[in-house]
């Protein structure tokens, strides 16, 4: 948004957001993009505000996105080269897919609109919506989920926590999940303070808690109902649970790190 002009309809045209006023010209209204029908500038602000966080609620499911569809496509593609079948099968991936995409929206969209957003500088018309900071977080986030993946299948520190291959394979696509949904916390700053005004999007914990409890359930659905283990491929553990959520919980600290020497941990 370059610039913001008020009842100019030639200039009104030109701007990338032109904002008239509801007591203008017809001419200006018609020119507009915006009209502010309660004739207070305050609203301007406002329009501008919220049109700011929308778009950055956008990046931030972009980066919550594509950060899991790096890991999980490198990890199939990678790992039957390392004597690994299907890290993570069809309808897990199915699984995965749909926290990512549906309820990673729901997660990120109510994100709440900050003051420090009206500092920021215009958007070009043609910026690209991947910038330099966004490509380096998922790229690193998604490798860093391809070398967990390889320490899990290859590291033979979790093995004996297991009873069977499919409990194994069942506890990576826990950990798997687990690191996927808490890399939301990550994603919602790009400073140190991930946990700052939590209580302002109160249904970004219900839906994390969500899809938390909702891959317990699949990966220990098994036990209760042995059909729908077979679905999802699935055995229920219950021994390798502890070091499942320590490992995943080590995704915030990660990128904690590559904020620190990418240098994007200043708040702007």
């Known amino acids: 948004m370059n610039e913001y002009l008020v009842n100019d309809a030639p200039a009104l045209k030109r701007a990338d957001v032109g904002f008239a006023m509801g007591s203008g010209t017809e001419s200006a209204k018609e020119a507009g993009d915006l009209i502010i029908i309660d004739d207070n500038f305050m609203s301007i602000r406002n329009a501008v505000l919220y049109g700011r966080t929308i778009y950055i609620n956008i990046l931030k499911f972009c980066r919550f996105q594509l950060a899991i569809n790096v890991g999980a496509v490198v990890l199939s593609a990678l790992m039957p080269f390392l004597g690994v079948e299907d890290p993570l099968t069809i309808t897990q991936l199915l699984f995965v897919n749909l926290c990512m995409d549906s309820l990673g929206a729901l997660l990120l969209g109510q994100e709440p609109a900050l003051d420090k957003y009206m500092k920021d500088p215009p958007r070009r018309r043609d910026e690209s919506i ?10 690193i986030m998604g490798l860093y989920l391809t070398a967990l993946g390889i320490f899990w299948f290859k590291s033979g520190l979790f093995d004996s926590m297991f009873t069977s291959e499919l409990q194994f394979k069942t ?4 950990l798997f999940m687990f690191s996927a949904i808490l ?10 303070d991930i946990f700052k005004n939590l209580d302002k999007n109160k249904q970004f914990i219900k839906v994390l808690c969500g899809m938390l409890g909702a891959t ?17 491929s699935t055995e229920a553990f219950f021994k390798g649970l502890i070091p499942v959520i320590i490992l995943s919980l080590l995704i915030i600290p990660v990128d904690m790190l590559r904020k620190l020497v990418c240098g994007t941990y200043k708040n702007k």
């Open 130 to 139: 991947v910038s330099k900071n966004m490509f380096i977080q998922f790229v």
């Open 171 to 174: 506890g990576f696509f826990t």
């Open 183 to 192: 890399n939301g916390f990550n994603v919602r700053s790009e400073g140190f």
């Open 216 to 232: 317990l359930v699949i990966a220990e659905i098994g036990a209760i109902l042995p059909a729908l283990g077979r679905m999802f």
